[in-house]
């Protein structure tokens, strides 16, 4: 009486059953930090607390000073920042954004 579902049960279900990993989540809340970051600083040189203080109204209470420092250091992999004056994790090491 009614139509076949496009997609089986099955296969929705499987979806489903397997939640996300703690890892997932993870990788999936630094890369939305990532693109606030990039679209901030694009083209620019900052310092970590610079970043900081411009994420701060988004991502207040969201995540800590590690999720900031994969971001940065995904951003360097990425050649997204093509310079950094020290360690990734102090506050006044100064980060070149390359421009587009």
């Known amino acids: 009486m009614f139509g076949k579902?496009?997609?089986?049960?099955?296969h929705v279900f499987d979806v489903?059953?397997?939640p996300p990993?703690?890892?997932?989540?993870?990788?999936g809340l630094?890369?939305?930090?990532?693109?606030?970051i990039?679209?901030?600083?694009?083209g620019k040189t900052?310092?970590?607390?610079?970043?900081?203080k411009a994420m701060l109204p988004k991502w207040f209470g969201r995540v800590t000073g590690s999720h900031y420092t994969r971001a940065v250091k995904e951003l360097?992999?990425?050649?997204?920042i093509t310079h950094r004056s020290g360690a990734r994790s102090n506050s006044y090491t100064k980060f070149a954004f390359r421009s587009n």
């Not at 579902?5 to 099955?10: L, N, V």
């Not at 900052?46 to 900081?52: V, Y």
């Not at 360097?76 to 997204?80: A, F, N, P, S």
């Open 5 to 10: 579902a496009s997609r089986p049960a099955a």
């Open 16 to 18: 489903l059953s397997s």
């Open 21 to 27: 990993t703690e890892e997932d989540i993870l990788a």
């Open 30 to 36: 630094v890369d939305r930090l990532k693109a606030d």
């Open 38 to 42: 990039w679209q901030e600083f694009e």
């Open 46 to 52: 900052a310092s970590r607390m610079d970043i900081r």
């Open 76 to 80: 360097e992999e990425e050649g997204r």
